[in-house]
């Protein structure tokens, strides 16, 4: 079965730093974007970012809030993404989902995992 | 920034039809998908490519996309569809991924 796990979450002052982790089981990770999506207490969803699969360039997005102070990074060979989170500030604390951002089956259709979360709370 | 519009709420009674619109200007070029999050959950994925319904999503949903402007449609939306629904897509210029805001559905 297919499945998603994050891990790292948890207490930070302002300006320090997180590393979250996302154990990837049940599907071929190495031909999956992944991705990361967050949700601050009571908000919508945002994306966070992207890391595109190796066979497609392993090339990275990031959207602007984080830009600069976030990193998202695979290792395929152990099946784990990650996101290293820098500089953070009180606007960061929110729910981080690790997700497929791009993952279709040999049929074509899409194939959209998520994890249950981790939470991260920036506060002093 | 690239933003994605959605009313804030959608109110139907129970058998009626629910329609969720998401409008941005570069739907004319980009798919939408559509997320249901039920409190406390992580986000499921109702539609993608604008109509594609995933494997165990229920007939009811479907989707449609005309200009800027998609449609989520819940036809005969059930007490269990109540949940915050979310379009999604893809910013033309720099292809980010975009949320909408969301749309509180309330079948009462």
Known sequence: EEELVESGGGLVKPGGSLRLSCAASGFTFTNAWMGWVRQAPGKGLEWVGRIKSKVDGGTTDHAAPVKDRFTISRDDSENKLYLQMNILKTEDTAIYYCTTDYYYDSDGRQLDYWGRGTLVTVSS | ?108
């Open chain 2, 1 to 108: 920034s690239y933003e994605l519009k959605q009313p804030p709420s959608v109110s139907v009674s129970p058998g009626q039809t629910a329609r969720i619109t998401c409008s941005g200007d570069a739907l004319p070029k980009k798919y939408v998908s559509w997320y249901q999050q039920k409190s406390g959950q992580a986000p499921v994925l109702v539609m993608y490519e604008d109509t594609r319904r995933p494997s165990g999503i229920p007939e009811r949903f479907s989707g449609s996309s005309s200009g800027t402007m998609a449609t989520l449609t819940v036809s005969g939306a059930q007490v269990e569809d109540e949940a915050d629904y979310y379009c999604y897509s893809t910013d033309s210029t720099n292809n980010h991924r975009v949320f909408g805001g969301g749309t509180k559905l309330t079948v009462l």
